[in-house]
């Protein structure tokens, strides 16, 4: 059961598209939504500018501190606002939350606390001076240690229709497979099971599996196995505009592996045009 979706908020283009993409869902399962805020303390420790303003001539990083926290304050709390206005133009009712601490970190705590799923944009306010990666951004960070689902949205809202889900026979499949199955069920989006590999009898196999969680739940689904490499056979799916929504399991290698070839949930959730849910 669905019962809240947290969705951390900086008022950025594709921040405004998470908050699109949460009330469609939440109005679809009956959830309720919670606007979060972080006001980023490294903004308000400033440690860069701490070095440099005394040897350049100008006045002690403390002196512009209070203008610092208050401007970060009045932003923070017109970002909720706008929040707040867009689930009630909705008709939905919601709860908001401004904290101040590191991003990644209020957002694993606060999603512990208070909800089901957590909704993150795939870009927020600082991606270019974040080098622009997922990998080692907050959204990694976030599905890593947060233990929640995680909902991943791209830069533009489109309805969702129909779905899939990635599957490989692995644990963290059958997790992504069962979530999928009961989001299939209470929204009533077609699903389909995308089983990628070059052997057609391993393909036949996990297809075999997949159908007999599946069969029981009498649930609209199908299985399309598809040759070649996961990614980039996902990417193209995706592509191809059959379905709006992709589950996953994440981070199936060690994390030696992903530092040497990277790793297919980092390439999925950064390049994907449709939103990506995630669970471990």
Known sequence: MIRN????TDGSNFGKTAIAYGIYIAGKLGAQLTGLHVVDIR???GPVFTDISGSVGLPSYQE?????????DVKADAILQEFRDLCEAAGMHCETKKIKGVIDEVIIEEGRKCCDWILLAQRGEHFHIDGGAILGSTAQSVVRRSGKPV???PEHFREIESMAVAYDGS???DKALKLAAELSERAAWPLSVVIVTGDQTVGEKIS???EEFLTPLKIDSATIILPGKEEKELLKFIREGGV???VMGAYGHNRLRELMVGSTTSSIIRKSTIPVLLTR
């Open 43 to 45: 903004l308000i420790r």
């Open 5 to 8: 979706i947290l969705i951390p």
């Open 244 to 246: 709006e929504l992709l």
């Open 151 to 153: 909902l991943v949205t």
């Open 171 to 173: 644990d963290p499949a």
């Open 64 to 72: 512009f501190l209070p203008a610092i926290e208050s401007g970060l």
């Open 208 to 210: 075999k599996q997949a």
